[in-house]
């Protein structure tokens, strides 16, 4: 099998999210980097005219794929014949979108403005408004609130194994203790308040291949090993 290009950059959680997914199924894959000014602009929004990373190019398929979700979903229904990360049937197969879709609608968008307004926004504009500090540090909670309450009753998300749709959350919540550093008193984040989240996130932060992701992150380039 030929690798698997990902177009990618470091520190960030997107990309991330696809390389967890490429390690767990053992896929061959190498980087392709992306230069922050690059991204907007040809050649790259040829690849991907929302000018972002993640985004895949598979020579074993010829299919060229932007949106971590989407390609996560892809790289399971091709490679996962196993089924080691995922489930065939119904109902979990439809369970595992649910959750996906919940981690690409209301975990990375809403953690990644609670990261643009407690951290990057006064880099810019020299303040950022508390409003807005206050709306997406609560449904920061909130979401995790979600996902603790679910895992207080079950290990994980779907059917009785880690599957790709507990994986998809994992590099956003490695984010938070950054995201949250600058909030005080009732706006910190606390884990303690979350200990079945805690817990989950523990567990799948012990797994190989989220190690060895985890040990990439700041890495310009990757590559299988
Ligand atoms: N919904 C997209 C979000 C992609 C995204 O926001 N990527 C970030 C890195 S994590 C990025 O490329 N940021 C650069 C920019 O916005 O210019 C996905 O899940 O792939």
């Excluded at 920061?140 to 880690?162: E, I, N």
């Excluded at 706006?187 to 989950?200: G, M, N, S, V």
Aim: charged share 20%.
């Amino acid at each position: 099998m030929l690798p698997i290009k990902i177009y990618w950059r470091n520190q960030v959680p997107n990309p991330a999210k696809v390389l967890i997914i490429l390690e767990e199924l053992h896929l061959p894959y190498e980087s392709e980097w992306v230069e922050l000014d690059a991204l907007k602009k040809p050649p790259f929004t040829d690849v991907n005219p929302n000018g972002r990373v993640p985004a895949i190019t598979d020579p074993n398929t010829g299919i060229t794929l932007w949106e971590s979700a989407a390609i996560v979903q892809y790289l399971i229904e091709e490679y996962d014949t196993q089924h080691s990360i995922s489930y065939a049937g119904a109902p979990e197969k439809f369970h595992e979108l649910q959750w996906l879709f919940f981690q690409a609608s209301g975990q990375g968008p809403y953690f990644g403005q609670a990261a643009w307004f407690n951290i990057f926004h006064a880099q810019v504009y020299g303040e950022s408004p508390e409003s807005a500090k206050i709306r997406y540090g609560a449904e920061l909670k909130r979401v995790a609130g979600v996902l603790d309450q679910v895992l207080s009753t079950r290990t994980w998300l779907v059917g009785d194994k880690c599957t790709y749709a507990d994986l998809a959350f994992v590099p956003w919540n490695l984010q938070i203790p950054f995201v949250m550093s600058s909030r005080e008193g009732e706006h910190a984040w606390d884990a303690e308040q979350f200990p079945h989240f805690t817990r989950w996130q523990t567990a799948m932060l012990d797994r190989e291949a989220v190690q060895k992701v985890v040990s990439l992150i700041g890495e310009k380039h990757v590559k299988s090993a």
